[in-house]
Every structure is written in structure tokens, then in C-alpha cells.
């Protein structure tokens, strides 16, 4: 089992960047491949990026490809979502989720995710 621990949401300008950090704990991070969900409000929750196991893999949405990063430390139990160029449509709460999938390919179902954090909440301002 592994708990997961959002951080780095804020309010920012149209145009600028934050990263988000999802801490998780025990010793298995490895064994998960990551995901980036993201909620507005009134709309249902959508993927925003994944990464396998390794790191070696990665899948983004078509919305967020060219301006968000996702990434992992598995030294540090730690994934993150470096987010430039950002625009009003990105804000949202946005969720870290993991899944014990040996798949070589990044997962972009939610429903492949048994393990969610609690969330952040990203404002971007225009």
C-alpha cells in the first residue's frame, strides 16, 4: 500500500509556472507507475499526464503536451509536474495517483489507479 501526499499548488499569472511534488510513502515507490489527474469544477476528473516504473515512459494530454513535465525521483519516493505557460483553463485540483502496473506503457484511465492523494488546488488568473 502506498499513501501519497500532494504538494505546491498555488494561484499564479496566465503565463507563469509552478511544480508540483507528490510525496509517497514505504519503501515500494518503484514498483508504481505515476499519474497526474486534474478536476474543475462541474467537470469530471481528467488525465493530465502518466510515467511508468522506471521513468523510462511517459504519455501526456493532448492540452498540457509542450507545457507540463512529469518526472520521478524513486530515491526520493517523490513525483513531480513542472507546469510552464500556464493558462486559466489549467486551473483545477490536481491529484497524484500510483498503480502497481509492471505495464512498459503509461497508464491514462483513472480507473487503472488504486491510490489517490488528497489533492491540490492550482489557480491560474488571467
Known amino acids: 500500500q502506498v499513501q501519497l501526499v500532494e504538494s505546491g499548488g498555488g494561484l499564479v499569472q496566465a503565463g507563469g509556472s509552478l511544480r508540483l511534488s507528490c510525496a509517497a510513502s514505504?519503501?515500494?515507490?518503484?514498483?508504481?507507475?505515476m499519474g497526474w489527474f486534474r478536476q474543475a469544477p462541474g467537470k469530471e476528473r481528467e488525465f493530465v499526464t502518466s510515467?511508468?516504473?522506471?521513468?523510462?515512459?511517459?504519455d501526456y494530454a493532448d492540452s498540457v503536451k509542450g507545457r507540463f513535465t512529469i518526472s520521478r525521483d524513486n530515491a526520493k519516493n517523490t513525483v513531480y509536474l513542472q507546469m510552464n505557460s500556464l493558462k486559466p483553463e489549467d486551473t483545477a485540483v490536481y491529484y497524484c495517483?500510483?498503480?502497481?502496473?509492471?505495464?512498459?506503457?503509461?497508464?491514462?484511465?483513472?480507473?487503472?489507479?488504486?491510490?489517490w492523494g488528497q489533492g491540490t488546488q492550482v489557480t491560474v488568473s488571467s
Open positions: 510515467i511508468t516504473r522506471s521513468g523510462g515512459m511517459t
Open positions: 514505504g519503501r515500494t515507490f518503484s514498483s508504481y507507475a
Open positions: 495517483a500510483a498503480t502497481p502496473s509492471s505495464s512498459n506503457y503509461p497508464h491514462r484511465s483513472r480507473y487503472a489507479y488504486g491510490y
